[in-house]
T-cell receptor, first 112, second 114 residues
Framework: NAGVTQTPKFRVLKTGQSMTLLCAQDMNHEYMYWYRQDPGMGLRLIHYSVGEGTTAKGEVPDGYNVSRLKKQNFLLGLESAAPSQTSVYFC???????????FGPGTRLLVL | AQSVSQHNHHVILSEAASLELGCNYSYGGTVNLFWYVQYPGQHLQLLLK??????LVKGIKGFEAEFIKSKFSFNLRKPSVQWSDTAEYFCAVKPYNQGGKLIFGQGTELSVKP
């Protein structure tokens, strides 16, 4: 049982490049989330999904897209990376509503 | 707008000192409350949570937190900290019936001197 895994662990992009971050969970959780963590700002929700085939915007969705084609995977895409997207990205998953969220190890992204 | 405020950005303590980290939230409805910890270089781990019942909840590693509904607060406490408690601590609130979204505070960095 690996829990929540994220790939890649670290990536450097140039401004304007695109990339996809992959999150996978093996706990059969319905809900999945993408957060970004920036110093002094805690974690902010980018997008989330309450089930396969559904996605919704969080607090800071601009510049990102997501897809949830399979229940166990949640992809975060950057179509045209900007330096402001330099951050640590965390994925999380949970059962619906009241349950605890379990976090992945994070992806460090540097946009030059 | 819903928000979570952690009063201290950086706390420095000596080993065996007592700890209290403040957390206040702005939301009038039912909430679930969490404290997460992030050790250096690691991902977030759940420290403790409050869903209902006894407002004093106990978590792992000797931590506890008290939910005071009238003050919209959920402060974290530990009677005697250890060097291994050095980490960043995040308070989070989950408003009920909002798709499971967590709203995080900005975090408090705790440094414990041996």
């Amino acid at each position: 049982n690996a829990g929540v895994t994220q790939t890649p662990k670290f990536r450097v992009l140039k401004t304007g490049q695109s990339m996809t971050l992959l999150c996978a969970q093996d706990m059969n959780h319905e809900y999945m989330y993408w957060y970004r963590q920036d110093p002094g700002m805690g974690l902010r929700l980018i997008h989330y999904s309450v089930g396969e085939g559904t996605t919704a915007k969080g607090e800071v969705p601009d510049g990102y897209n997501v897809s949830r084609l399979k229940k166990q995977n949640f992809l975060l895409g950057l179509e045209s990376a900007a330096p402001s997207q330099t951050s640590v990205y965390f994925c999380a998953s949970s059962y619906p509503q009241r349950e605890t969220q379990y976090f992945g190890p994070g992806t460090r992204l540097l946009v030059l | 707008a819903q928000s979570v405020s952690q009063h201290n950005h950086h706390v420095i303590l000596s080993e065996a000192a007592s700890l209290e980290l403040g957390c206040n939230y702005s939301y009038g409805g039912t909430v679930n409350l969490f404290w997460y910890v992030q050790y250096p270089g690691q991902h977030l781990q759940l420290l403790l949570k409050y869903f209902s019942g006894d407002p004093l909840v106990k978590g792992i590693k000797g931590f506890e937190a008290e939910f005071i509904k009238s003050k919209f607060s959920f402060n974290l406490r530990k009677p005697s900290v250890q060097w291994s408690d050095t980490a960043e601590y995040f308070c989070a609130v989950k408003p009920y019936n909002q798709g499971g979204k967590l709203i995080f505070g900005q975090g408090t960095e705790l440094s414990v001197k041996p």
